[in-house]
């Protein structure tokens, strides 16, 4: 009795070994795993288990081998992101995402420039710019584009809105992607009052040149009373104003594709300044050159742009300024600036939108094709012509050329 005792405690003792032993080791396990799964979530990847010891040798080299996979799985993730991100960063779209309550997640480089910021977190930053800019960030969806404008330093900004939908990290987003459209609206335009005016020219011409040519034939006869003669010399007379008018405005149509050449733009400035001496200092005005930027090189046609400064020149003389002044730089985009800026009268706001518009003008005897005529020859250059500001400080319009 007493050796079957022995016996059954012994087993039962065996038994409550293997099941304390079995118990802690599914423990250690499962403390391994809940360890593992813990670091991975919150993204901790340096931990390695020890495959030495004999007894969880295999259990911690599968382990390791799942660390290794979710570490190549997280490398991946983040070479894609730094990729895609230089990508954003690189693109000449603005592009902005913006959470449901208008706060700003992320912005690339581009759309600060073309909004004129250093920094942007909330939406509501665009209404110190313009309330058009932020009414189209706001409404902007993907099945609707949007447009929104301001003014800054050079000239009116048109921006192109388009938008989507997303969600990331289990929050909605709005990717908004906008684009600057100005230089081709200011195309668009130009080339409807071009075509406008070619047609317009053509059917004037087509019709007055025959009453002009048939009155001077009447004219000779001797036989034709004084009050016809007095009639038929007036008919003339409008009939030749209206042809030489017409001519004027067919320049609009008939610019000279631009003869490019290389040259210095002080060599030029100083050119222009000698050609308006007499008209300038006549009018009690003072005219000088500000160069910026030491030896700015043009290619350009080197007529056609003596033409605008000449012109921008004389609208300050008409403008009744004192003083007018021409800067040249070289800014950080290899871009040739040029500004022309007098302190005359300034042109009202409701005039600042239609100055380039063909046949405008706020001059008695002026013909409204001056401004546009130099803007349809930096559009040739591949340049830009903008009224940059208009204010009690002075009036400036700068040309930009690429």
Known sequence: MTILYWILTVIVCSAATAFISAFWTSAKLRRKVTYMLDAIEDKELNFRFDEKKLSSRKFNITLNRLRNIFYKERDEIIRQEKYYGLMLEHVQTGIVIIDSSGAVSYCNQRSLNLLGISTLSHIRQLRAISDSLYDAFLTVTDTMEKRGGYYSEKGKITLSITAAKATIHGTEVKIVAFNDISSELADTEQDSWTKLIRVLTHEIMNTVTPISSLSDTLLKFDNVSNEVRNGLSAISQSSKGLIKFVETYRDLTKVAPPVKKAFFFKDMVMRVIELTHE????????????????????????NQIVQILINLIKNGIQADAKKIEIQGEINLAEQVIISVTNDGTPISKESQNQIFVPFFTTKEDGTGIGLSLSRQIMRMHNGSLTLTKSDAEGTTFTLTFQ
């Open 279 to 302: 008209e300038v200092f006549s009018r009690g005005t003072t005219c000088r050159y500000i160069e910026k930027s030491e030896d700015i090189l043009l290619y350009a046609d080197q």
